[in-house]
């Protein structure tokens, strides 16, 4: 090892605590940025994997009922490979494990399995026997949740015939990785699952005997989308075509491509913003040795030590502190993506999740890493470089202090001297002050940033569940139904109170831009189902116009006093211009409204009803899911109170533990960046302090005006982070904001308050320890010193 | 003054100047000095402080460049070389001992001049340039637990270790008392008359001057005499 080598390797000894919080600062923004790429490329690998060997569709259209001969039609578009077509229904289950009915989809599958689209993957148990009834495949979700083997079976309601169904095996399908009941948010696998049936059974069941109502298509690559979706729509559409729609529209899929988009988020934005303040502190603390060491460099040099030589010999300092941190970070980070692999898991269907870092994302973290460190330590490390070694024998002049101009507005008149010292040193490097001041109140905003979310889910919580959506439960019928379901729903058992709908597939139109929505027509005293106003004011829902969710309204371009083309996508298929008459919440995701009776008009049918919201007496739920269960006419019954619970369950738990990361990783910041302030603020005073102390200063009152110094950083970084964390939140929301589903940005004071304690804590805590170092300030050798 | 064609001469510096920009104003630091330094000679350079003795020095080692003028190191045209070049003549010829020693405080006592020995062409091993210092014992202690005499005479050994042609040593004896003064000067003394080190020490102490060959007097820039020593003193028998 050279002298050169074992200086550096005893420099970084004697300064450990400061590279050890600087390698902690980078170890947390590579973790992040590892744990995000690897997830992301584990997800995206075994998505496409699996949609591959079960060949996903690329199209997927609803219809009522069509010949299987169509298929003939759709395969002549051009650019399609494949056509699949099938029978698919929605269904109440009868689950012996639970009072409530549950809901499902009866999807067709052929006799054997061979190449068709969206193939079941089969887990456990065997394929179906065609000469047998009544066997199901059913997803492995739903069976886990009631502990279904092959063997066991259960009650359905299949187009208004009840069945026995038989489970003969355990599936799960690229359709639904995401299994989640179409409008629903999280999966409740509990209430709701996707199950198989032999294609000649089911057909009979739903008295769609050579015939489909539901296709998918694969196409060739490269094979125009629009132009595909366009002749689709044109060929189904006499066949009650609701609208074809591609991968995008996918609900699955569109779930597991958000989540995929937050990843790239998540990698990107922490990470740069832990490789700042990295870069920062690197830079600080590599000034301030490089300045201690100015007579060591000016020797070193003028005994034939070339720049070069100096500068590397600094610059491998930084870079030891890059790699110690980024190595660090890379293990953390795999770990951490290993357990969000297996979170995942629960929340997708997949065969496995195959988790792996890959050797270029370790690669491109060292990159990143050593790419912003050599940023931080460009400057310092060019200086030491071409530091004139005869210059550099004479002591540096110190920063000219200044007579601030915060003093000259009188400010600091009846402050002591010793404040007006400190008070000057943080002046006296204005760039440097600032920037440890963005540092700290990075803290804080990531800390505000971290846990903001939890404000967001609350607020959502309860404005859409206490007062937009105040219903115990919500029944949708199998079929659209005259008016004789009023009296029916009305004579439930326990049912207080209902408020019945009318909901129609629709297109609507605006310019170029066009979205497929449930059109909502509702009664005209809507009390547990009240539609909103931005302002959280019940509106008026017109029967001569229609109110949009804000979401759709902007993907349509269009604000109240505009019109759109409404095209009914069932029954007359009819097409009308309506005004849109106002705004309302986004809650349920896109969705418009309108007075059922103008709904009624539009769709040019007599009085029909889709289902009702409904307030029940508790007593009395039992009977309820026992008629429900009787009940053809009801296809689905969902409670409020289960999708609550298990959005809090699932929620709270990820919830919880993102926290303890992010406070951990907000504390790794607050005390890299308070740490390494005070111990540089410590060395650059210690010859002040010390002269205070033999002029007769206490130990306290140096390091009041010592900790004096720290407080003005943080009191200026406090406030400063809270809004830093707030614009990050906005941002936040804004990326989040899907097409279907946008979030307020809601933050609570208890989430500012509980952000400013733990930073505040952990930077008193750091800048305590460095105190200690004052208290055994040697006096003689400070003051000898010629520094 | 010396003989200008003398063949024995290492450095031979001709109408040199240095000029400081101060501001409005400019410093002259040298005002057309010439001298010439013969082989294994030992100089003294004396005069008041702000004289520019420390400047004149610098140029010397290669530590600075003269505003105007030549020095030449042999056949070297110093003021002609570019920073790199300067590097290599230091790093190849030249050895300094600075007033405030300048050890490196984390390396020990051999390993400060192992620092400068890994980079020389022909070094001694740096326990016998401590021993030649009369270091030998305290090789493996760091400078905080040596005396500023010890931690000047550890710089001298990192300085000759090197077996450099010329030793420049800017006021070594300058935060020394007399007896550790001594001791460093001896150190000094020994180098250039076992190892033929051509040596100029800087000092403000005219006591001094008794050891060497012959000594410039400086002041304002200029040398306004230099005097040869019939016989030198050596350094045990100096008094101040
Ligand atoms: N880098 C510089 N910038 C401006 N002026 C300088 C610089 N270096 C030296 N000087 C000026 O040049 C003159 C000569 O300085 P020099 O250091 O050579 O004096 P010296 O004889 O070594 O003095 P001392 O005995 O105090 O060390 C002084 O007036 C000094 O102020
Ligand atoms: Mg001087």
């Known amino acids: ?787 | 003054m010396p003989d200008t064609s003398d063949p024995t001469a290492v450095f031979r510096a001709e109408r040199v100047c240095k000029v400081y920009p101060m501001g409005d104003t400019e410093v002259h630091a040298l005002r057309d000095v010439d001298l010439e330094l013969r082989a294994g000679e030992f100089v003294v350079l004396l005069g008041p402080s702000g004289s520019g003795k420390s400047t004149l020095l610098n140029i010397l080692g290669g530590l600075d460049v003269p505003t105007s003028g030549t020095v030449r190191y042999r056949d070297h045209d110093l003021t002609a070389y570019d920073d790199a070049e300067l590097t290599r003549y230091r790093r190849e010829h030249v050895g300094f001992v600075f007033q405030f020693y300048n050890l490196v405080p984390s390396l020990t006592a051999r390993e400060n001049v192992a620092l400068i020995t890994e980079i020389a062409a022909n070094p001694m091993a740096p326990d016998d340039a401590l021993g030649l210092v009369g270091m030998g014992q305290r090789t493996a202690h760091f400078p905080s637990h040596l005396s500023g005499g010890e931690q000047q005479r550890v710089a001298i050994a990192r300085a000759i270790a090197k077996q450099p042609d010329v030793l420049l040593c800017d006021e070594p004896t300058g935060a020394l008392d007399v007896g550790t003064g001594i001791l460093v000067l001896e150190a000094i003394e020994r180098v250039n008359r076992e190892l033929g080190t051509t040596t100029a020490v800087i000092t403000h102490n005219a006591a001094i001057a008794g050891m060497a060959d012959r000594v410039f007097h400086l002041r304002d820039g200029r040398i306004i005499e230099v005097v040869s020593n019939a016989a030198k003193l050596p350094a045990a028998d100096l008094k101040w």
């Open chain 1, 1 to 787: 090892m050279s002298m050169l080598d074992r200086k550096l390797a005893r420099d970084l000894g004697s300064m450990k605590g400061q590279f050890i919080a600087i390698a902690l600062v980078i170890a947390c923004g590579v973790a992040a940025f590892v744990m995000a790429l690897s997830t992301l490329t584990s997800l995206q690998t075994t998505r496409s994997g699996y949609y591959n060997s079960q060949r996903f569709g690329d199209v997927f259209a609803r219809l009522k009922r069509a010949p299987d001969l169509l298929a003939e039609r759709l395969a002549e578009i051009p650019g399609v490979l494949r056509v699949q077509t099938r029978v698919e229904m929605e269904v109440t289950l009868d689950m012996p494990d639970m009072a409530e009915p549950a809901s499902g989809r009866i999807i067709s599958i052929p006799e054997r399995p061979g190449r068709e689209l969206n193939a079941v993957y089969l887990r456990r148990g065997r394929w179906i026997d065609p000469d047998r009834t009544g066997e199901v495949i059913v997803s492995e979700s739903f069976a886990k949740a009631h502990h279904l083997q092959p063997g066991d079976s259960f009650r359905a309601v299949v187009n208004g015939n009840r069945v026995g169904l038989q489970v003969v095996g355990l599936g799960m399908s690229p359709e639904y990785i995401y299994e989640v009941r179409p409008g629903e948010l999280l999966p409740d696998n509990k209430r709701f699952g996707v199950m198989w049936m032999n294609d000649r059974q089911l057909s009979e069941l739903c008295d769609l005997e050579a015939s489909f109502n539901s296709l998918s298509l694969r196409l060739a690559r490269g094979a125009p989308m629009a132009e595909v979706l366009r002749r689709v729509d044109l060929i189904i559409e006499p066949y009650g075509g609701s609208g074809s729609h591609d991968r995008d529209d996918q609900i699955s899929h569109r779930m597991i491509s958000d989540e995929m988009k937050q990843l790239q988020s998540m990698a990107t934005v922490p990470t740069a913003i832990f490789l700042a303040v990295a870069a920062y502190l690197l830079n600080v603390v590599l000034a301030r040795l490089i300045s201690t060491q100015r007579e060591q460099i000016a020797m070193i040099k003028a005994f034939g030590y070339n720049g070069r030589e100096v500068g590397w010999h600094y610059a491998k300092m930084a870079g030891i502190v890059a790699l110690g941190g980024a190595l660090l970070g890379i293990g953390v980070g795999a770990r951490i993506g290993r357990g969000m692999a297996v979170m995942y898991a629960k929340f997708f269907n997949f065969p496995q999740i195959e988790f792996q870092v890959e050797w270029w994302q370790v690669a491109l973290a060292l990159l990143v890493t050593l790419g912003a460190s050599g940023l931080g330590v460009f400057k310092s490390v060019r200086h030491a470089a071409s530091l004139p070694p005869a210059e550099a024998m004479r002591p540096e002049t110190p920063p000219t202090a200044r007579v601030t101009w915060l003093e000259r507005f009188g400010l600091m008149r009846r402050m002591a001297n010793s404040s007006k010292m400190s008070f000057r040193s943080l002046f006296a490097r204005p760039l440097r002050t600032a920037l440890g001041v963005l540092g700290i109140s990075m803290a804080v905003a990531v800390l505000v940033l971290g846990t903001f979310s939890e404000d967001m889910i609350r607020y959502v919580m309860e404005s859409q569940f206490q007062r937009a959506q105040r219903q115990d439960f919500t029944v949708t019928f199998a079929e659209p139904a005259d008016l004789s379901a009023v009296d029916e729903v009305r004579s439930l058992p326990g049912v207080q109170r209902a408020e019945l709908f009318r909901a129609a597939a629709v297109r609507m139109r605006s310019g170029h831009h066009h979205r497929k929505v449930s059109l909502m027509g509702y009664g005209e005293e809507r009390r547990i189902y009240p539609v909103l106003d931005m302002q959280m004011q019940p509106v008026p829902l017109r029967r001569d116009g229609v109110h949009l969710s804000a979401t759709l309204a902007e993907q349509l371009q269009v604000v109240p006093g505009d019109t759109v083309r409404v095209e009914v996508l069932e029954g007359k298929r009819r097409h009308a211009d309506l005004i849109v008459r106002g705004l309302v919440d986004d809650f349920s995701g896109s969705a418009a409204y309108m007075r059922m009776e103008g709904l009624w008009d539009l769709l040019a049918e007599g009085p029909t009803l889709s289902g009702a919201h409904l307030s029940v007496d508790e007593k009395d739920l039992g009977r309820l899911y026992q008629r429900v269960k009787d009940t053809p006419l009801i296809a689905a019954i969902t409670s409020k109170n289960a999708i609550v619970q298990s959005f809090r369950d699932t929620m709270a738990e990820n919830l919880l533990r993102m926290k303890v990361f992010i406070v951990a990783f907000a504390c790794i910041i607050a005390f890299g960046v308070v740490y390494n302030s005070a111990r540089i603020a410590a060395s650059e005073r210690s010859r002040d302090f010390a002269t205070l102390r033999v002029l007769g200063y206490s130990r306290q009152e140096v390091s009041r005006l010592f900790l004096g110094e720290i407080g003005t950083l943080l009191a200026l970084a406090l406030p400063l982070g809270l809004l830093i964390g707030y614009g990050f939140a906005a941002m936040t929301v804004a990326g989040l904001a899907t097409e279907s589903q946008r979030f307020p940005l809601v933050i609570y004071p208890a989430t500012y308050a509980f952000a400013l304690c733990v930073i505040g804590v952990a930077s008193l805590l750091s800048s305590l320890w460095v105190r200690r170092k004052l208290d055994e300030l040697d006096l003689i050798a400070v003051l000898k010193a010629r520094d």
